[in-house]
């Protein structure tokens, strides 16, 4: 049996769709974030998952809405509550999905402020740098490989804060420099 506590605060955070693939995988363990709000997050807060839609065809009106994940591709029909109007057959950005559509939970477990340079081996790797022959992958592009897993890291980062907004929004967004602090979230995936 699993007691949970309600969460302290819900929060939206938005991922890379390559680092969203890699923690269900469970192969990201912990996620860096340059974005204020974040510093202030507790542990038992929880952050959900925000992914670009797209509703494929005109629907008729009623209670659910056909949606699929710009991710991954994948399609469910979500009850779309009458408070919130219904969106027409189109590409939706991440920032426009709501609460109720989010199939990712993500409850924080520790949170501490460091620079990027700071970042060690470990949490490089648990941040999503692939271990492989020769020294260490940046998911995110092929064929960078570096000797220590804290560059493929800075690399990684760059690459994800210049495609923030998921494919299927249809444009990128603009991109900023990497600040010079971040917070590192530790947390364990909610249970469905």
């Known amino acids: 049996m699993i007691i949970q506590a309600e969460p302290n605060r819900v929060l939206p955070i938005i991922l890379n769709p390559e680092i969203q693939r890699r923690i269900v995988a469970g192969r990201v363990r912990i996620v860096h974030q340059t974005d204020k709000r974040y510093a202030r997050l507790d542990p038992g807060d929880a952050l ?11 629907q008729a009106g009623g209670d659910w809405l056909s949606i699929v994940y710009c991710g991954d ?6 009850r779309w509550p009458k408070v919130i109007a219904r969106p027409s057959a189109d590409k939706l950005p991440p920032r426009a999905m709501p609460v109720h559509a989010s199939r990712l939970t993500l409850i924080v477990t520790s949170v501490r402020e ?19 022959l020769g020294g260490f992958a940046n998911p995110l592009r092929q064929n960078q490989v570096f000797e220590h897993a804290a560059e493929a890291f800075g690399r990684m980062w760059v690459t994800a ?28 995936r909610a249970p469905p």
């Open 114 to 132: 460091m620079r990027l340079q700071q970042i060690s081996e470990d949490s490089a790797v648990a941040a999503g740098v692939d271990m492989e």
């Open 48 to 58: 959900w998952v925000r992914e670009g839609l797209t509703i494929p065809h005109r």
């Open 73 to 78: 591709g994948a399609r469910k029909d979500v």
């Open 161 to 188: 804060r210049r495609s923030r907004s998921s494919a299927c929004a249809g444009r990128s967004s603009t991109t900023r420099a990497p600040a010079k602090r971040s917070t590192s979230p530790s947390w364990d």
